[in-house]
């Protein structure tokens, strides 16, 4: 995506199998002016890193408990194809942070209220672009 300057715009990917978790970040980060595109599996979320697409991403916002797979096990994989790309975990599991230990991940711990994760997004960006 592309702002009026012509610019690329990262967008933020939002990670998690509920509907409502997805839909309520994803109206939350878009009312501060945030691009954001939503997976609700691992597999779609790695989707957005084949060749071409991976670019347009520029933060992670990912749930930890998943069906399919852990978000540790996501953040794994999503580190062997970008070992720097910021990764945001939202989890109700206060001990869960110590299995992104040496994954280079921001925690945060549910509930997450909106101007905290705005703030941890917005910081996140903000690092990225200046990479």
Do not use: W
């Not at 749930?63 to 970008?82: A, S, Y």
């Not at 942070?97 to 903000?126: H, S």
């Amino acid at each position: 995506m592309l702002d009026r300057g012509g610019a690329q715009v990262l967008e933020v990917l939002l990670v998690d199998d509920s509907p409502i978790q997805l839909s309520t970040r994803e109206s939350i980060l878009r009312a501060e002016g945030f691009s954001v595109c939503v997976a609700n599996t691992v597999e779609s979320a790695m989707a957005f890193f084949s060749p071409g697409a991976a670019e347009r991403i520029g933060v992670v916002v990912t749930d930890h408990i998943m069906p399919e797979q852990t978000g540790t096990g996501f953040v794994r994989k999503l580190r062997q194809i970008n070992p720097t790309i910021p990764v945001i975990v939202v989890s109700g599991m206060a001990d869960a942070e110590e299995e992104y230990t040496g994954l280079n991940v921001k925690f945060l711990q549910k509930p997450c209220f909106p101007p905290e994760l705005i703030r941890t997004v917005r910081t996140a960006m903000a690092e990225q672009a200046g990479s």
